[in-house]
């Protein structure tokens, strides 16, 4: 269990937490027993080979006002110095545990793709939540027909295009993992563990070049050592349970 104690971002200890960033020892994702919005930053972690855990709320309604937004994924990073700083907002996670495990390409330009597509694919899974997942359940059946017919092919088709550029290899850029293959891997496993996934996974698993992403990600070796293990398999479980009936896990 994490004390947490992050309503406030420390205003007096800049230097010293930097120092934290730039040399870390260990680190702890704090989110829900799930993937969702947890599930590329613990991918990183799991890649980078480091001293990490996965760490769940014990109580989230009264520890929610110690996080700065009431909201997760929070990323504690100890550093060599002895303090540990708090992260926010899964894109600064997922941005800074990339920038460590050099999965932003090889200079600014690459890494700048790289954060488009990451983006990008961020963005179809927010639109999904938006549109589906927290939608009134009368309305979920149009919203997935907008959704399937317009926000997703939309996504799909653009992102074949850079895949294609690449030459339809498994990564978006050269012949390496990046975080925009690692994100887009996630929001297809988001979509393959919704109550809504076979109208979904229908459309995605027609893309040769998604699904070439999709095995490539989850046949890397640091991959498949940390998916194949009892925690990955726990946090796949508790999505689809999660998204089965998400307001009864709100309420
Ligand atoms: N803008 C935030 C959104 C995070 C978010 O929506 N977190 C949800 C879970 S995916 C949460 O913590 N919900 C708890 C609550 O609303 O009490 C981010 O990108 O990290």
Same mark, same amino acid.
């Given at each position: 269990?994490?004390?947490? +104690?992050?309503? *406030? ?26 993937? /969702? ?124 295009? *850079? ?7 498994? *990564?978006?850029?050269? +012949? ?13 496993? *988001? ?15 027609? /893309? ?6 999709? +095995? ?36």
């Amino acid at each position: 269990m994490v004390q947490i +104690d992050a309503g *406030h971002f420390s205003r007096d200890a800049s230097v010293e937490l930097s120092e934290t960033l730039a040399k870390p020892v260990s680190y702890k994702l704090m989110y829900f027993p799930m993937l /969702s919005n947890g599930a590329t930053g613990r991918d990183l972690l799991a890649y980078g080979g480091v001293e990490w855990s996965s760490v769940a709320p014990a109580d989230w309604k009264s520890e929610k006002n110690q996080t700065p937004f009431h909201l997760m994924p929070l990323l504690f990073v100890t550093g060599e110095n002895g303090k540990t700083a708090t992260l926010a907002e899964t894109v600064v996670i997922e941005h800074y545990l990339a920038k460590k495990f050099g999965l932003l390409g090889s200079n600014e330009y690459e890494e700048s793709i790289i954060k488009s597509l990451h983006s990008s694919s961020a963005a179809v899974q927010n639109a999904f939540a938006g549109a589906v997942t927290w939608n009134a359940p009368e309305a979920k059946a149009g919203a997935l027909g907008f959704f399937t017919t317009a926000t997703l092919p939309t996504w799909i088709a653009t992102h074949e295009r *850079h895949l294609n550029d690449n030459g339809n290899n498994g *990564h978006y850029l050269g +012949d390496k993992l990046s975080l925009a293959d690692i994100r887009t891997a996630n929001a297809i496993e *988001h979509f393959a563990t919704q109550p809504e996934s076979a109208a979904l996974m229908a459309i995605i698993n027609k /893309s040769v070049p998604l699904t070439k992403l999709r +095995d490539t990600v989850a046949k890397h070796p640091k991959m498949v050592q940390w998916r194949s293990g009892a925690e990955y398999k726990g946090f796949y479980e508790g999505n689809i349970a999660f998204f089965a009936n998400p307001f009864a896990f709100m309420t």
